[in-house]
């Protein structure tokens, strides 16, 4: 797989279920971002962690990052149906002087419904 | 909240036209990017920009894409020759610091190229 693979693809829940979508990556990270999509718009930043952090909460979400497994988790607990949109993981891949460049997985869809 | 703005949102030109893609990053910041999102595929990185000069580029970025800060407050990408391969949602993004720093997004705009 590519750096920054999500699983799954899709995912479909009701209103105040949690949502967990998964991403993998291959090389070693200075930190994982999530951000949210929605349908054709613009990319929101949600979460930065660093890859010296293992877990991090911002409101509703919860970022979880293992290093040794290359692996990261966004919960979204008590969803709504607002939260309907993709979600993207990037990594950091640092360029050369120091600035970065960040690779995307293919997103998770979630689709909330009422 | 400092947000990043672009301008067209969307652009409609015809193969082989130049188009110039606009961006205001965020004020304080230093690094900006362009991305790519061709539908329903993965956002891709393009270019990143620090002190006047390009920093990297991807395989993507030939020599018919060129990025300018022709003033202190505006970013552009410019597709000198358009291929209908180029038709994709544009993403400028800007961040404080070139290193594990959270990078803002803009909310793009749409190029199709007839």
């Known amino acids: 797989s590519q750096q920054g693979e999500e699983d799954p693809q899709a995912l479909s829940i009701q209103e105040g279920e949690n949502a967990t979508m998964n991403c993998s990556y291959k090389?070693?990270?200075?930190?994982l971002q999530w951000y949210r999509q929605n349908s054709g718009r613009g990319l929101v930043h949600l979460i930065l962690?660093?890859?010296?952090?293992r877990e991090k909460h911002s409101g509703r979400l919860r970022v979880t990052l293992d290093t040794s497994k290359k692996s990261s988790s966004l919960l979204i607990t008590a969803s709504r149906a607002a939260d309907t949109a993709s979600y993207f993981c990037?990594?950091?891949?640092?360029?050369?002087?120091?600035?970065?460049?960040?690779?995307f997985g293919a997103g998770t869809r979630l689709a909330v419904h009422p | 909240e400092p947000e990043v703005t672009q301008t067209p949102s969307h652009q409609v030109t015809q193969m082989g036209q130049e188009v110039i893609l606009r961006c205001v990053p965020i004020?304080?910041?230093?690094?900006f990017y362009w991305y790519r999102q061709i539908l329903g595929q993965k956002v891709e990185f393009l270019v990143s920009?620090?002190?006047?000069?390009?920093?990297?580029k991807s395989e993507i970025f030939d020599d018919q894409f060129s990025v300018e800060r022709p003033d202190g407050s505006n970013f552009t990408l410019k597709i000198r020759s358009t291929k209908l391969e180029d038709s994709a949602m544009y993403f400028c993004?800007?961040?404080?610091?070139?290193?594990?720093?959270?990078?803002?997004f803009g909310p793009g705009t749409r190029l199709l190229v007839l």
């Open positions: 004020s304080n910041h230093l690094y």
């Open positions: 962690i660093r890859s010296n952090e």
């Open positions: 920009f620090y002190n006047n000069e390009i920093s990297e």
């Open positions: 090389t070693s990270i200075n930190n």
């Open positions: 990037a990594t950091d891949a640092r360029i050369s002087g120091g600035y970065n460049k960040l690779i």
């Open positions: 993004a800007s961040s404080a610091e070139g290193g594990a720093e959270t990078q803002y």
